[in-house]
């Protein structure tokens, strides 16, 4: 292969670095009016009385948008294909507002201060209502924070509003009881995750202005621009067709802009006035009024003989969706769905529970959702096991895990919202990942740990499995044209938001096209002008999205043999991707032919589309291995080094692949380690600006060790799994069990911080 | 932030004559904190034209000017001698280069925030400020007295004394404030402790310096001792950053690596 | 009111108020590299140079930029470029969100640290956040770029 699987640029970051227009609000109209929300000060309550007299006189103020301006039709912002797993329990806007940060109204003027003098006038009376803070009393608690009656599931998900339960699920494989009643050993722990927000460092923006024909043209920031135009158009009842969503540049997403966000009020104002109209978040919006990371408590019981074979899994999960139900069942499925199959030959596994509403910050999509919150409780569980066990927990991985060939009655069980689809891994290099990250981390020489005064320095690890997107529901598409002088434009609906998709995806038709990188101009997204795709997530898009590219290139490259072979006048044409030859030796090149079905004979342009869905979802797989110093007296933590080993098939464009891996483990070790959620108690978020939620700086990570062990993946573009989100699984529970190996000490609650720590070491010596 | 009018004060009774006229109007240092601390102003005072941001030797001191940025004052050689450049480390290790290139050690000063990595530093050197009205104060008369609030900060002096120094950050990541900040130095022979971001201001752990400095020498038994002195003296609280008592726990551990650096001490 | 300042050595006359700031005054003024992060000076994604020091223009009152030399990455295109390619060579290309700032700070590290150990590039450089990459790709690309001395 000569592009595939080769040093390959971005396409776009030279451009961007050197400070190109390239993103949303770069691209707003400058007479943009400005649409600003009042936001809920409280955490619960119902809106009694608006007073915008005063604010509508001010010069410059357009108009003021209460609840009372929008018909009552629910949706759900989760940006999902239709119908959505998710509860449609959101209105644009409500009488009710649910958490600190919740949408009371909007205000529309010619600039942001006007708008915020306006803010300021404006007087809301609140009829203050009991708020549902803490999530393990949510369910049957006296306030109900989904009373209304247009709330509903479009199919059944297990949605209880009246007991404020958003999603519930329920599985099993065998008898998990009698399993556990017949284990020689059982362990059985509760371990709970926090409320982790994205922080992509540009903020949602959204942008809107009517075009020529009358039509509503959305500049956005998001990862699903077709999802978006179809819920824009249910939430507001345009047509589809008056509605074209552009995705320019995306600062980076993360999951927390696969949704909407003020997507419905800025198309609502430019459709309803004709004007331009933009919304760029605060940064303190951005971490009180989008989503977070669903908050979790998870009690794992692990069963095994006395050899070490794990016999049975039993895992109840708790999940806190906040005040709207984006998600909530999707991610609680994905808790096990995409962690119990790693130790797949236990005789039985039941997984379990509800996700229930709160006042708080509603939960959303986040890069490796329920995985990673399932992968730390199961990853601290079986080190724990082992300890039990008196087995070391390499070789109790190495005897228990997932292997090729085998399979998991859990694929056919548990999809993302629905049932799942049976599959056999063709792919599955865990063990190399295994063995190769206990040497590139010297697992033999630092395990558990080594004293060095006042450090001791440590090692710990984990295993962890994705998927390469949804099977029979995600589909991506592309479409390939052919240029005079003998270029190509790749047209693709999957969303670029960063994480280089438009590279690996030119790429993948580059080398179906036999052709380099520069005859390959692709285009990222345009409702009016590329085709569907369902948008960048659930690690979908190489697999998914580079499927359809392959298609589409395989059947472009079909539609040049036709006309060459025309031209030629021959029934065998070669192609190498710049030259066609008959067998008599006659030629012509791409170019000559490109131009001449341009310009001169039998003219036409060929333009091929094609779509892939897939029918399975090949899991990547890695080991993660961290090693630490910490200090014994302070509990502070170094990390040392993080080696990756990742089996993700080919990869596509290695130096990009490293990246999606590398910056996986950096937020998951800002998970692991650093970022605290706080609230207050009367709800309000506390940790919603960067100067109180820590995300780790450079400074914080010393090395990172990414390597990918070889695997190709029949099903796969050139035999590529997905990457995205495999990187940011492992580190809660590789840390965990570092923390552990160094100082006997379980921390099961996240973050680990050196408060935890230490305050641990201190409890530890009084006893 | 709303600002009525920008006034580039020509000389200092300009600006102070500005700074009394009305309450609502304030001297702008580098302004880096200005957006988080001020909603509206009415007139923004700017020293920018006055020459105060020089750092010169005079006598036995170094003289910092109030608009010295932080970035000046880590690159300076002079400093970066003074006391093991405790006050290099401790201005380097605020935020990132960006803001170190506006954000002033007049600002920083004038602000008493408490997370302020500054003053530890400051409060175990012979650090004296000097005002424009009041003249020069001791550091800790600025620190116990609000009346300095409406007078203009015109330069820091710190005795360019032969020392050993010691500060220690505790941060939740590199970018963060502190969790708990220590310096310590010894010069002449006498240890001088201060214990800051407590959350409280820095404040000199007094109690534990006349303890240490009355012994004729130190071992683990007496450090520990004075590390146990510093937790009773000094108030300590909790706030979203850390507990009380990690907080106490850290300063035992810091006071205590604090006194063995500066007095060389090895087990 | 009117304040004079050079931008990427182009002398330009801005209206403004007292309370604006440089980042907007420059991205109202068609710089839009320069960008918004963070609102309370965390992230560097807004950093300029201003008379050649990397400061972030979120902090800076239009005021004060008066009579300054105001760099964006716009005018220092040729070692753009050049950090650009490296950073192609690294895979450190995410978002880009950050970038053009990073681009600056790095720039301006090169002409004020005389060979940095990769602890004192990260210690220059840890004002500027990134949540893509996990910052090792762009710091191996930064000390190519460093070494590079065409």
Same mark, same amino acid.
């Given at each position: 292969?000569?592009?595939?699987?080769?040093?390959?640029?971005?396409?776009?970051?030279?451009?961007?670095?050197?400070?190109?227009?390239?993103?949303?609000?770069?691209?707003? +109209?400058?007479?943009?009016?400005?649409?600003?929300v009042l936001r809920s000060p409280h955490a619960y309550a119902k809106i009694?009385?608006i007073?915008?007299?005063? =604010?509508?006189?001010?010069?410059?103020?357009?108009?003021?948008?209460?609840?009372?301006?929008?018909?009552?039709?629910?949706?759900?912002? =989760?940006?999902?294909?239709?119908?959505?797993?998710?509860?449609?329990?959101?209105?644009?806007?409500?009488?009710?507002v649910r958490y600190v940060g919740d949408e009371v109204l909007?205000?529309?003027?010619?600039?942001?201060?006007?708008?915020?003098?306006?803010l300021a006038?404006i007087k809301v009376e609140y009829e203050l209502l009991?708020p549902?803070?803490?999530?393990?009393?949510?369910?049957?608690?006296?306030?109900?924070?989904?009373?209304?009656?247009?709330?509903?599931?479009?199919?059944?998900?297990?949605?209880?509003?009246?007991?404020?339960?958003?999603?519930?699920?329920?599985?099993?494989?065998?008898?998990?009881?009698?399993?556990?009643?017949?284990?020689?050993?059982?362990?059985?722990?509760?371990?709970?995750?926090?409320?982790?927000?994205?922080?992509?460092?540009?903020?949602?923006?959204?942008?809107?202005?009517?075009?020529?024909?009358?039509?509503?043209?959305?500049?956005?920031?998001? !990862?699903?621009?077709?999802?978006?135009?179809?819920?824009?158009?249910?939430?507001?009842?345009?047509?589809?067709?008056?509605?074209?969503?552009?995705?320019?540049?995306?600062?980076?997403?993360?999951?927390?802009?696969?949704?909407?966000?003020?997507?419905?009020?800025?198309?609502?104002?430019?459709?309803?006035?004709?004007?331009?109209?933009?919304?760029?978040?605060?940064?303190k919006e951005?971490?009180e009024s989008?989503?977070?990371?669903?908050?979790?408590?998870?009690?794992?019981?692990?069963?095994?003989?006395?050899?070490?074979?794990?016999? =049975?899994?039993?895992?109840?999960?708790?999940?806190?969706?906040?005040?709207?139900?984006?998600?909530?069942?999707?991610?609680?499925?994905?808790?096990?769905?995409?962690?119990?199959?790693?130790?797949?030959?236990?005789?039985?596994?039941?997984?379990?529970?509800?996700?229930?509403?709160?006042n708080?910050t509603?939960?959303?999509?986040?890069?490796?959702?329920?995985?990673?919150?399932?992968?730390?409780?199961?990853?601290?569980?079986?080190?724990?096991?082992?300890?039990?066990?008196?087995?070391?927990?390499?070789?109790?991985?190495?005897?228990?895990?997932?292997?090729?060939?085998?399979?998991?009655?859990?694929?056919?069980?548990?999809?993302?919202?629905?049932?799942?689809?049976?599959?056999?891994?063709?792919?599955?290099?865990?063990?190399?990942?295994?063995?190769?990250?206990?040497?590139?981390?010297?697992?033999?020489?630092?395990?558990?740990?080594? +004293?060095?005064?006042?450090?001791?320095?440590?090692?710990?690890?984990?295993?962890?499995?994705?998927?390469?997107?949804?099977?029979?529901?995600?589909?991506?598409?592309?479409?390939?044209?052919?240029?005079?002088?003998?270029?190509?434009?790749?047209?693709?609906?999957?969303?670029?938001?960063?994480?280089?998709?438009?590279?690996?995806?030119?790429?993948?038709?580059?080398?179906?096209?036999?052709?380099?990188?520069?005859?390959?101009?692709?285009?990222?997204?345009?409702? +009016?002008?590329?085709?569907?795709?369902?948008?960048?997530?659930?690690?979908?898009?190489?697999?998914?999205?580079?499927?359809?590219?392959?298609?589409?290139?395989?059947?472009?490259?079909?539609?040049?043999?036709?006309?060459?072979?025309?031209?030629?006048?021959?029934?065998?044409?070669?192609?190498?991707?710049?030259?066609?030859?008959?067998?008599?030796?006659?030629?012509?090149?791409?170019?000559?032919?490109?131009?001449?079905?341009?310009?001169?004979?039998?003219?036409? !342009?060929?333009?091929?589309?094609?779509?892939?869905?897939?029918?399975?979802?090949?899991?990547?797989?890695?080991?993660?291995?961290?090693?630490?110093?910490?200090?014994?007296?302070?509990?502070?933590?170094?990390?040392?080094?993080?080696?990756?080993?990742?089996?993700?098939?080919?990869?596509?464009?290695?130096?990009?692949?490293?990246?999606?891996?590398?910056?996986?483990?950096?937020?998951?070790?800002?998970?692991?380690?650093?970022?605290?959620? !706080?609230y207050s108690k009367k709800g309000a978020l506390i940790?919603n600006?960067?100067?109180?939620?820590?995300?780790?700086?450079?400074?914080?990570?010393?090395?990172?060790?990414?390597?990918?062990?070889?695997?190709?993946?029949?099903?796969?573009?050139?035999?590529?799994?997905?990457?995205?989100?495999?990187?940011?699984?492992?580190?809660?529970?590789?840390?965990?069990?570092?923390?552990?190996?160094?100082?006997?000490?379980?921390?099961?609650?996240?973050?680990?911080?050196?408060?935890?720590?230490?305050?641990?070491?201190?409890?530890?010596?009084?006893? | 932030?709303?600002?009525?009018?920008?006034?580039?004060?020509?000389?200092?009774?300009?600006?102070?004559?500005?700074?009394?006229?009305?309450?609502?109007?304030?001297?702008?240092?580098?302004?880096?904190?200005?957006?988080?601390?001020?909603?509206?102003?009415?007139?923004?005072?700017?020293?920018?034209?006055?020459?105060?941001?020089?750092?010169?030797?005079?006598?036995?001191?170094?003289?910092?000017?109030?608009?010295?940025?932080?970035?000046?004052?880590?690159?300076?050689?002079?400093?970066?001698?003074?006391?093991?450049?405790?006050?290099?480390?401790?201005?380097?290790?605020?935020?990132?280069?960006?803001?170190?290139?506006?954000?002033?050690?007049?600002?920083?000063?004038?602000?008493?925030?408490?997370?302020?990595?500054?003053?530890?530093?400051?409060?175990?050197?012979?650090?004296?400020?000097?005002?424009?009205?009041?003249?020069?104060?001791?550091?800790?008369?600025?620190?116990?007295?609000?009346?300095?609030?409406?007078?203009?900060?015109?330069?820091?002096?710190?005795?360019?004394?032969?020392?050993?120094?010691?500060?220690?950050?505790?941060?939740?990541?590199?970018?963060?404030?502190?969790?708990?900040?220590?310096?310590?130095?010894?010069?002449?022979?006498?240890?001088?402790?201060?214990?800051?971001?407590?959350?409280?201001?820095?404040?000199?752990?007094?109690?534990?310096?006349?303890?240490?400095?009355?012994?004729?020498?130190?071992?683990?038994?007496?450090?520990?001792?004075?590390?146990?002195?510093?937790?009773?003296?000094?108030?300590?609280?909790?706030?979203?950053?850390?507990?009380?008592?990690?907080?106490?726990?850290?300063?035992?551990?810091?006071?205590?690596?604090?006194?063995?650096?500066?007095?060389?001490?090895?087990? | 009111?009117?304040?004079?300042?050079?931008?990427?050595?182009?002398?330009?006359?801005?209206?403004?108020?007292?309370?604006?700031?440089?980042?907007?005054?420059?991205?109202?003024?068609?710089?839009?590299?320069?960008?918004?992060?963070?609102?309370?000076?965390?992230?560097?994604?807004?950093?300029?140079?201003?008379?050649?020091?990397?400061?972030?223009?979120?902090?800076?009152?239009?005021?004060?930029?008066?009579?300054?030399?105001?760099?964006?990455?716009?005018?220092?295109?040729?070692?753009?470029?050049?950090?650009?390619?490296?950073?192609?060579?690294?895979?450190?290309?995410?978002?880009?969100?950050?970038?053009?700032?990073?681009?600056?700070?790095?720039?301006?590290?090169?002409?004020?640290?005389?060979?940095?150990?990769?602890?004192?590039?990260?210690?220059?450089?840890?004002?500027?956040?990134?949540?893509?990459?996990?910052?090792?790709?762009?710091?191996?690309?930064?000390?190519?770029?460093?070494?590079?001395?065409?």
């Amino acid at each position: 292969m000569k592009v595939v699987n080769n040093l390959t640029h971005s396409v776009d970051g030279l451009g961007i670095l050197k400070g190109r227009a390239a993103y949303t609000d770069d691209l707003a +109209d400058k007479n943009s009016l400005i649409v600003k929300v009042l936001r809920s000060p409280h955490a619960y309550a119902k809106i009694v009385k608006i007073d915008s007299e005063e =604010a509508l006189k001010l010069p410059g103020i357009e108009m003021v948008l209460t609840h009372k301006d929008f018909s009552r039709v629910p949706f759900t912002r =989760a940006g999902q294909g239709y119908p959505e797993p998710s509860p449609h329990d959101k209105f644009v806007l409500d009488e009710y507002v649910r958490y600190v940060g919740d949408e009371v109204l909007a205000v529309v003027g010619s600039d942001l201060a006007v708008c915020e003098e306006a803010l300021a006038l404006i007087k809301v009376e609140y009829e203050l209502l009991e708020p549902v803070l803490d999530f393990e009393k949510a369910i049957d608690h006296k306030s109900i924070i989904h009373p209304e009656p247009e709330a509903h599931e479009m199919f059944p998900i297990g949605f209880e509003p009246l007991r404020n339960i958003a999603a519930s699920y329920h599985m099993h494989v065998g008898d998990v009881e009698k399993t556990l009643s017949e284990c020689d050993v059982v362990i059985e722990e509760t371990f709970f995750t926090q409320a982790q927000a994205h922080v992509m460092l540009e903020p949602h923006t959204v942008n809107a202005r009517m075009d020529y024909q009358e039509r509503l043209v959305i500049y956005n920031s998001t !990862q699903t621009p077709y999802h978006m135009r179809r819920i824009i158009s249910q939430g507001l009842n345009i047509p589809l067709s008056k509605i074209r969503v552009i995705k320019p540049r995306v600062g980076g997403g993360f999951g927390g802009k696969q949704g909407i966000h003020g997507e419905m009020l800025v198309a609502y104002v430019t459709y309803k006035t004709g004007k331009a109209a933009k919304m760029v978040y605060t940064r303190k919006e951005v971490f009180e009024s989008s989503y977070t990371r669903h908050p979790m408590k998870m009690k794992v019981t692990l069963g095994a003989d006395k050899s070490g074979v794990l016999k =049975a899994i039993d895992f109840h999960c708790l999940s806190d969706t906040g005040a709207y139900g984006e998600h909530a069942l999707t991610v609680f499925m994905v808790v096990g769905s995409k962690v119990l199959p790693l130790y797949n030959k236990v005789d039985s596994v039941r997984f379990y529970g509800d996700v229930v509403y709160t006042n708080h910050t509603p939960a959303g999509a986040y890069r490796g959702y329920g995985a990673i919150q399932g992968n730390f409780a199961l990853e601290s569980a079986v080190d724990m096991l082992c300890v039990k066990l008196g087995m070391n927990p390499i070789e109790f991985r190495q005897l228990n895990m997932m292997k090729e060939t085998e399979t998991s009655p859990i694929f056919e069980i548990m999809g993302e919202g629905t049932a799942g689809t049976a599959m056999i891994m063709e792919t599955c290099k865990l063990e190399e990942c295994v063995e190769k990250g206990m040497k590139l981390i010297d697992w033999n020489d630092k395990y558990p740990s080594k +004293d060095m005064g006042n450090k001791i320095k440590s090692v710990g690890m984990a295993i962890a499995m994705q998927g390469s997107g949804i099977p029979y529901i995600d589909m991506g598409s592309a479409t390939i044209k052919l240029n005079d002088d003998g270029f190509y434009n790749l047209l693709v609906g999957a969303t670029d938001i960063g994480q280089g998709s438009d590279t690996v995806l030119a790429q993948i038709a580059a080398e179906v096209l036999m052709t380099t990188m520069d005859k390959i101009v692709i285009y990222s997204s345009d409702t +009016d002008l590329t085709p569907f795709d369902c948008g960048a997530y659930a690690s979908s898009t190489t697999y998914v999205s580079g499927n359809a590219v392959f298609k589409a290139a395989n059947d472009m490259l079909e539609a040049i043999l036709v006309e060459a072979r025309r031209i030629l006048k021959s029934k065998e044409v070669e192609f190498d991707g710049v030259l066609f030859t008959n067998e008599l030796g006659e030629t012509i090149s791409l170019i000559d032919l490109s131009n001449e079905i341009t310009y001169s004979e039998d003219q036409k !342009q060929l333009s091929v589309t094609s779509s892939y869905v897939g029918h399975k979802s090949p899991p990547p797989f890695m080991a993660g291995f961290i090693e630490i110093d910490i200090d014994k007296e302070t509990g502070e933590v170094d990390i040392v080094n993080y080696v990756s080993v990742v089996d993700c098939g080919t990869t596509i464009n290695p130096k990009l692949a490293e990246g999606q891996v590398d910056g996986g483990i950096v937020q998951g070790l800002g998970m692991a380690m650093f970022e605290n959620v !706080q609230y207050s108690k009367k709800g309000a978020l506390i940790s919603n600006s960067l100067m109180t939620y820590k995300i780790p700086t450079r400074v914080d990570i010393n090395n990172l060790t990414t390597v990918f062990v070889d695997s190709y993946e029949e099903s796969g573009p050139f035999g590529a799994k997905s990457v995205g989100e495999i990187g940011i699984d492992t580190p809660p529970a590789a840390l965990a069990n570092a923390v552990y190996n160094a100082l006997g000490i379980r921390i099961k609650t996240l973050p680990i911080t050196a408060e935890k720590i230490l305050l641990a070491i201190k409890a530890k010596e009084r006893n | 932030m709303k600002v009525s009018e920008y006034i580039k004060a020509k000389d200092l009774n300009e600006a102070y004559e500005l700074l009394r006229e009305d309450r609502k109007n304030y001297i702008i240092a580098g302004g880096a904190w200005l957006k988080l601390s001020v909603k509206s102003a009415n007139k923004l005072v700017s020293l920018d034209a006055l020459g105060l941001d020089k750092i010169v030797v005079l006598g036995d001191s170094i003289e910092i000017g109030a608009l010295c940025t932080l970035g000046q004052i880590e690159t300076n050689e002079l400093i970066k001698q003074l006391y093991d450049g405790i006050l290099v480390q401790a201005v380097s290790s605020i935020m990132g280069v960006n803001i170190r290139n506006i954000a002033t050690i007049g600002g920083c000063v004038m602000g008493k925030f408490s997370f302020s990595d500054i003053f530890p530093v400051l409060e175990v050197m012979d650090t004296t400020l000097v005002f424009h009205k009041q003249g020069e104060v001791s550091l800790m008369d600025f620190l116990n007295n609000p009346k300095f609030e409406k007078d203009i900060l015109v330069k820091i002096k710190i005795k360019n004394n032969l020392g050993k120094g010691f500060f220690k950050k505790v941060a939740i990541t590199a970018l963060d404030f502190s969790v708990i900040n220590i310096a310590c130095s010894k010069t002449d022979g006498l240890f001088s402790l201060s214990v800051g971001s407590t959350p409280y201001i820095a404040s000199p752990c007094y109690k534990a310096m006349d303890y240490i400095n009355c012994l004729s020498d130190i071992n683990l038994e007496s450090i520990k001792e004075c590390a146990n002195k510093v937790v009773e003296e000094i108030k300590f609280s909790s706030n979203n950053r850390a507990s009380k008592e990690y907080r106490e726990e850290l300063a035992k551990v810091y006071i205590s690596r604090g006194i063995k650096q500066v007095s060389n001490y090895e087990n | 009111m009117k304040i004079k300042m050079t931008v990427n050595n182009q002398v330009k006359i801005f209206e403004c108020e007292p309370s604006d700031y440089l980042l907007d005054t420059l991205r109202n003024n068609n710089y839009v590299s320069v960008r918004r992060g963070c609102d309370t000076t965390n992230c560097g994604v807004c950093t300029v140079l201003m008379d050649g020091k990397p400061v972030p223009s979120c902090s800076v009152l239009t005021v004060q930029a008066e009579g300054k030399q105001i760099t964006t990455v716009e005018g220092i295109q040729e070692e753009a470029e050049k950090i650009g390619n490296y950073f192609g060579e690294e895979g450190a290309d995410q978002c880009g969100y950050c970038n053009p700032s990073l681009a600056l700070t790095v720039y301006a590290m090169k002409k004020e640290l005389v060979n940095p150990t990769i602890k004192e590039v990260k210690k220059y450089l840890v004002g500027n956040l990134c949540r893509c990459t996990g910052y090792i790709s762009q710091e191996r690309a930064i000390m190519k770029y460093l070494g590079d001395k065409s």
